[in-house]
């Protein structure tokens, strides 16, 4: 089972502000990162661990992490936005990776 | 830009040997992390480990004993095999590049692979 856990679903009307959030005790000591994953498509970086944005991603994706919660927030959502999302940290020995259990992107 | 591509047989039967490659172009092999990571169907990513280019391996625990990475570095390629395979073992599989750093993520993945375990 996954040590990262996030909302299955989660909706969000064209152009509004949707919030998604990964809890886990590991995120109080090791970096999350974030990833897009369309329909039949291989997943792709959104959000470093830094909460860089690697080239190509928009200015609407943006993150914070507090405590044992971390959040990537997408700010005036658009239909091209409508992914799985998932977060990934390192797993509570430090040693190996784990992905959240995903959150689903509805945009209406 | 980094390509990854991947290939390896896509039908297996239980306990047979599941084997992959992934090869890299247009973008060096030294100085990442070179990663396997699957998808059931219909569920979410599994990090199955990954191989630096001085050979080390990190597995994930619940696949240790019947996972190997390895590497060649004078081909730009690495590998994943897994043995004992059963129906659980059906998933997309995608090769990933990991940046250098814990703040890297995996920057890079291939296309996935669906691998089919059925008798």
């Known amino acids: 089972s996954s040590e990262l856990t996030q909302d299955p679903d989660v909706s969000v009307a064209v152009g509004q502000t949707v919030r998604i959030t990964c809890q886990g005790d590991s995120l109080r000591i090791y970096y999350a990162i974030w990833y897009q994953q369309k329909s039949g498509q291989a997943p792709i970086l959104v959000m470093s661990?830094?909460?860089i944005r690697p080239s190509g991603i928009p200015d609407r994706f943006s993150a914070s992490s507090s405590g044992s919660t971390a959040s990537l927030t997408i700010t005036g959502a658009q239909a091209d936005d409508e992914a799985d999302y998932y977060c990934?940290?390192?797993?509570?020995?430090?040693?190996?990776?784990?992905f959240g259990t995903g959150t689903q992107v509805t945009v209406l | 830009q980094v390509q990854l591509q991947q290939w390896g047989a896509r039908l297996l039967k239980p306990s047979e040997t599941l084997s992959l490659t992934c090869a890299v172009y247009?973008?060096?092999?030294?100085?990442?992390?070179w990663s396997w990571i699957r998808q059931p169907p219909g569920k979410g990513l599994d990090w199955i480990g990954e191989i630096f280019q001085s050979g080390d391996t990190t597995y994930n625990p619940s696949l240790k004993s019947r996972v190997t990475i390895s590497i060649d570095t004078s081909k730009n390629q690495f590998s994943l095999t897994l043995t004992s395979v059963t129906a659980a073992d059906t998933a997309v599989y995608y090769c990933?590049?990991?940046?250098?750093?814990?703040?890297?993520?995996?920057?890079?993945w291939g296309q996935g692979a669906l691998v089919t375990v059925s008798s």
């Open positions: 990933a590049r990991r940046g250098p750093y814990d703040s890297s993520g995996f920057i890079s």
């Open positions: 661990g830094k909460n």
């Open positions: 990934s940290s390192r797993d509570s020995s430090g040693y190996h990776f784990v």
């Open positions: 247009n973008g060096s092999f030294n100085g990442y992390y």
